[in-house]
């Protein structure tokens, strides 16, 4: 069997997202176009170690932690039809790795954000936006997956569903009111452009407003490219992931939140992913000792 192939029987098994199926097919050209190996049968340990090293020498360690984790998922499909015997990859560990990014939002940055929307056309959409990150840490996939009929105002609550779902699960997230009035804001803007006013519709859609976007959905794509850019003019580095990152730190600093709160509002299946977007805050740190 060749590794497309086996991209293709793992999708269908675990009933992948698209973004996720395409990372896949992304991995998978990497790993052939380095190793020049297509078969997954010629998959063997020393293979694996000299594309790590590979790896390294050109890339992080964060990269080929996701690569090898892709990998080592493909080809445990790979023995569960039998295709081999053993998984490689499961000898070769991952590396402990130490990101120097600066994963949080300070509030003056993003201050700085909303401040630079309102000088920009089209402005008031990516204030809405960011509000709407800020309060609820959803993934960029899941903003613009939100369609009217995931907002239900009577329970002041958004529904994640399946199909934008990393982890392959509906949930539902409360919303305050700065994310109420941001998606009111975008209704009573757009209301007379969607024209079928379908609730299938997205809530979040620039191509409605924005004549240069040669699409009739907003993407994933629209999203990072406008905190690329706005990240270059500010000097700033800004992502809708960031946002996420910062939401689940500041609220497992909230000493009133447990951290299986934060993992609910983020959807993530296991807690212990749910820890790697804590984030320590030296001042947060001082307030926990000092009440003891």
């Given amino acids: 069997m060749r590794l497309q192939e086996l991209v293709t029987l793992h999708t269908k098994e675990n009933i992948l997202a698209e973004a996720t199926t395409i990372k896949y097919h992304s991995v998978v050209s990497i790993f052939i176009k380095d190793t020049n190996i297509n078969l997954v049968s010629s998959i063997d340990h020393e293979t694996i170690l000299n594309w790590r090293d590979n790896i390294l020498n050109r890339s992080s360690a964060g990269n080929w932690n996701n690569y090898h984790r892709h990998l080592r998922a493909l080809l445990q499909t790979?023995?569960?039809?039998?295709?081999?015997?053993?998984?490689?990859?499961?000898?070769v560990k991952s590396i402990t790795h130490y990101p120097d990014k600066k994963y949080l939002l300070s509030e003056l940055e993003v201050q700085d954000l909303l401040a630079f929307c309102d000088n920009i056309k089209h402005g008031w959409f990516w204030s809405c936006v960011i509000t709407t990150l800020?309060?609820?840490?959803?993934?960029?996939?899941?903003?613009?997956?939100?369609t009217w009929s995931d907002f239900d105002l009577d329970n002041r609550c958004l529904i994640l569903r399946v199909i934008s779902s990393k982890t392959k699960r509906e949930y539902i997230v409360p919303i305050n009111q700065q994310v109420i009035d941001s998606i009111l804001l975008v209704r009573q803007k757009?209301?007379?452009?969607?024209?079928?006013?379908?609730?299938?519709?997205?809530?979040?859609?620039?191509?409605?407003?924005?004549?240069?976007?040669?699409?009739?959905?907003?993407?994933?794509?629209?999203?990072?490219?406008?905190?690329?850019?706005?990240?270059?003019?500010?000097?700033?580095?800004?992502?809708?992931?960031?946002f996420r990152h910062t939401f689940a730190t500041k609220l497992a600093n909230n000493t009133q939140t447990n951290i299986k709160t934060v993992q609910n509002l983020l959807g993530h299946s296991s807690v212990?992913?749910?820890?790697?977007?804590?984030?320590?805050?030296?001042?947060?740190?001082?307030?926990?000792?000092?009440l003891l």
């Fill in 78 to 91: 790979a023995i569960k039809f039998k295709v081999i015997k053993e998984n490689p990859f499961t000898k």
């Fill in 134 to 146: 800020k309060y609820t840490g959803i993934r960029r996939r899941q903003l613009v997956g939100l």
């Fill in 190 to 242: 757009t209301m007379h452009l969607n024209t079928d006013q379908n609730k299938n519709n997205q809530i979040f859609n620039i191509t409605l407003i924005n004549s240069r976007y040669f699409a009739d959905n907003m993407n994933e794509g629209h999203v990072a490219r406008f905190f690329v850019k706005t990240s270059k003019t500010l000097n700033l580095r800004v992502s809708a992931h960031r």
């Fill in 272 to 290: 212990h992913t749910t820890l790697g977007y804590v984030h320590p805050d030296i001042s947060d740190m001082r307030k926990a000792v000092n």
